[in-house]
Each structure stands twice: as structure tokens, then as C-alpha cells.
């Protein structure tokens, strides 16, 4: 199980100091939404931006481009630190190559797919990425309501790791908190992105530990992950 914080729920004024606090609380990675006001309405943080982060830890950076033409940051995103890239599989035919990119300059790979999209079209790139995740809001904000009608999607993408034999880890990200965290984890899911209900926390470390709790009493056994879905 990997707890990924989203700062984009943190204290604006104070971005190094809230990275540092989820680092010491025991967050598993950092997740880092760059939105271009193109994709998504809009405007978030740049390379320079992750950066500055990365200066002040070594927690993974899990970067989300929430972005319409991501090439544009690939590299500069990789220099600034980032271990894992996500792109959008709504980008349509410029999808393949943009994995590639970013696997070729040896970063994790990750695809993204929004609620309206379906779950079907990330099938062409199952064998290409080491995480697909499963948006459970709309993307372009913070403190939206999960979607539930997207837990079939994870449990669908859990199938097709199972009957591939693939090892994608399977992310959630929208609307997490620990009730939620527990049903995504009963239909699969593995990476737990949160923002609101991690960093509105006083206590982030007890937040990190009851929704490791909470995902732990929701999760199957490994073994059965895939049969349960079905
Ligand atoms: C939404 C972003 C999320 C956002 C989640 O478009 O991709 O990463 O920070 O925030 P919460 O957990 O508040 O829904
Ligand atoms: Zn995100």
C-alpha cells in the first residue's frame, strides 16, 4: 500500500515546510499535480516549483500532468526531480510516444484516465507503465466528491493486471479519504492519493496511520485481489 499526499491541499505559503511534514509523518510518496489551465481550468506549479521541493526531500514525487501537451515539461520535470509521470490517456494518439518519453529518461510510468473516459481505452498500454490510475473526480481541483460509480473501473483494471500477469500498481485520486480509501482498496486499488483529508489534518501523521488502517481492514488478501473483482 503507498499513501501519496497531495500538496495541493497543503499550506500555499509554506510548500517546503508542508513536503517536509508529510515526508516525517510517513507518506510513502508525494503526490504533485501540475495543471496547465488548458486540460484543466486550472493553474497549479511548474518544473522550477518541483524543484525547490525536491531540495528540501527525498520522499518519491509522484508528478500528475494534469496537462494538454505534457512534452513541453517532460524533461524539465524529470531534471527537477520527479519519479514517476503520469499523463492523460485523453491525449489520444500522442499517448504512446509521451510514455515513452518519459520511461527513456528512466522515470516510473503512469497513466491517467478521467471519469467520463472509458476505462477500455488505457487496454493498448497495460504492458508500457508501472501505474494506472483511476480518477474518482473530475480533475482540475481539490475537495470534490468521490465518484463512486469509477470503483468498477478499478476493478476492471485489477482483472486485466491478474489475467496479464502485470504488476501496474493501481492508483486512486479524487475525493479520498479513509471510508473511500477502503472501498478502492476491496475493488484493487494500491496507491491512495488525498489531499483534503491528509493535509486539513493537525495530526498528519495519525491521519497517514488511520487511513493505513483503513485501507489494510478494506483490502483482500493479495491473492484473491482478482477474484473478488470479478
Ligand atoms: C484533482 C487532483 C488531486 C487533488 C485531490 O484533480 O488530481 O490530486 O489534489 O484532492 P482531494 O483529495 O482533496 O480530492
Ligand atoms: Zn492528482
Known amino acids: 500500500m503507498i499513501l501519496a499526499p497531495s500538496l495541493l491541499a497543503c499550506d500555499f505559503g509554506r510548500f517546503a515546510d508542508e513536503a517536509r511534514r508529510a515526508a516525517k509523518a510517513g507518506a510513502d510518496w508525494l ?21 525547490v521541493i525536491r531540495s528540501v526531500t527525498r520522499i518519491p514525487f509522484d508528478v500528475h500532468l494534469m496537462c494538454a501537451r505534457p512534452e513541453v515539461f517532460i524533461e524539465s520535470l524529470a531534471r527537477a526531480g520527479a519519479n514517476l509521470m503520469t499523463v492523460h490517456v485523453e491525449l489520444g494518439d500522442r499517448v504512446g510516444p509521451l510514455l ?10 503512469g497513466l491517467a484516465v478521467s471519469p467520463p473516459t472509458a476505462v477500455s481505452q488505457v487496454v493498448p498500454y497495460l504492458n508500457q507503465i508501472d501505474l494506472l490510475l483511476i480518477m474518482t473526480v473530475n480533475p482540475g481541483s481539490g475537495g470534490e466528491p468521490f465518484i463512486q460509480e469509477m470503483l468498477p473501473k478499478i476493478q476492471q483494471a485489477a482483472i486485466w493486471r491478474h489475467e496479464r500477469s502485470l504488476n501496474y500498481h493501481i492508483e486512486v485520486d479524487g ?5 473511500t480509501a477502503a472501498a478502492c482498496a476491496r475493488a484493487g486499488a494500491d496507491v491512495f492519493v488525498s489531499g483534503t483529508a491528509l493535509f486539513g489534518q493537525r495530526h ?4 497517514l496511520e488511520k487511513m493505513r488502517r483503513a485501507v489494510t481492514a478494506g483490502a483482500p488478501p493479495l491473492a484473491t485481489h482478482a477474484t473478488a473483482a470479478r
Open 175 to 179: 475525493g479520498i479519504d479513509c471510508a
Open 204 to 207: 498528519l501523521k495519525r491521519a
Open 100 to 109: 515513452w518519453k518519459i520511461r527513456s529518461l528512466g522515470k516510473l510510468v
Open 31 to 51: 503526490h504533485l499535480d501540475i495543471m496547465d489551465g488548458h486540460f484543466v481550468q486550472e493553474l497549479s506549479f511548474g518544473p522550477e516549483f518541483v524543484r
